[in-house]
């Protein structure tokens, strides 16, 4: 099993950026999906994007502002976020599921906790 401790959050203004980091260890990764998931407070968790080998996804209201890379020699998962809003203010999470049986596609939008166990987070906060 991989272990995944997040890295990066913050406090930024509306319209500001923050990188996320994710490394992860116990395997390459090569045959993961990583991804990166959000909870607000009084909110459930959210898939916020996720990076296989061959593939990224985004959830709608990041596309465009958020990017999501890996570095395979640091094993390390990345998420660029740019003109951060208020609403993206919460706990962000990343997670791992194997990617050869193509779960992680409908986990990601449908069902975040096959991606666990999850980690203490990073905190981000959008606010003037």
């Known amino acids: 099993q991989l272990q995944l401790v997040e890295s990066g959050g913050g406090l930024v203004q509306p319209g500001g950026s923050l990188r996320l980091s994710c490394v992860v260890s116990?395997?390459?990764?090569?045959?993961?999906?990583i991804g990166w998931f959000r909870q607000a407070p009084g909110k459930e968790r959210e898939g916020v994007s996720c990076i296989t080998t061959g593939e990224t996804l985004y959830r709608d209201s990041v596309k465009g502002r958020f990017t999501i890379s890996r570095d395979n020699a640091k094993n390390t998962v990345y998420l660029q976020m740019n003109s951060l809003k208020p609403e993206d203010t919460a706990v962000y999470y990343c997670g791992s599921m194997e990617a050869r049986s193509g779960r992680y596609y409908y986990a990601f939008f449908n069902a975040p906790n096959a991606y666990g166990p999850w980690g203490q987070g990073t905190q981000v906060t959008v606010s003037s």
């Open positions: 116990g395997d390459t990764l090569d045959g993961y999906a």
